[in-house]
């Protein structure tokens, strides 16, 4: 499966940014996955932000999103996406989505997920 993500860039405290994240691939079915979106910082371990079931009744935040972020996916266009508000220097990151092994189950492992996008750079400056 091919994961392509876009929508990064220079923002200012305070602004928004909606990332989109295209899956694509002869035998993936986008569909029957739940997905995810992580972060990576410079200098800094890979975290969880969040993920969403196949269907997109069930969402999860990490912690640090406090209410911020949304995420949501489209089926019909293969892509997920993850709309970011009121964003701060810190959420300074690649962002990266990802394809999980289930469907209705989400989690912030990141071993339950199977594919990985190239990821998109967000900088928020103060």
């Known amino acids: 499966v091919q994961l392509v993500e876009s929508g990064g860039g220079l923002v200012q405290t305070g602004d928004s940014l909606r990332l989109s994240c295209v899956a694509s691939?002869?035998?993936?079915?986008?569909?029957?996955?739940?997905m995810g979106w992580f972060r990576q910082a410079p200098g800094k371990e890979r975290e969880f932000v969040a993920a969403i079931s196949w269907g997109g009744g069930v969402v999860y935040y990490a912690g640090f999103v406090k209410g911020r972020f949304s995420i949501s996916r489209d089926n019909a266009k293969n892509t997920v996406y993850l709309q970011m508000n009121n964003l701060k220097p810190d959420d300074t990151a690649v962002y990266s989505c990802?394809?999980?092994?289930?469907?209705?189950?989400?989690?912030?492992?990141?071993?339950?997920?199977?594919?990985w996008g190239q990821g998109t750079q967000v900088t928020v400056s103060s």
């Open positions: 990802a394809a999980s092994y289930y469907n209705e189950r989400i989690t912030y492992d990141q071993t339950d997920f199977h594919s």
């Open positions: 691939g002869p035998t993936f079915t986008f569909n029957t996955h739940a």
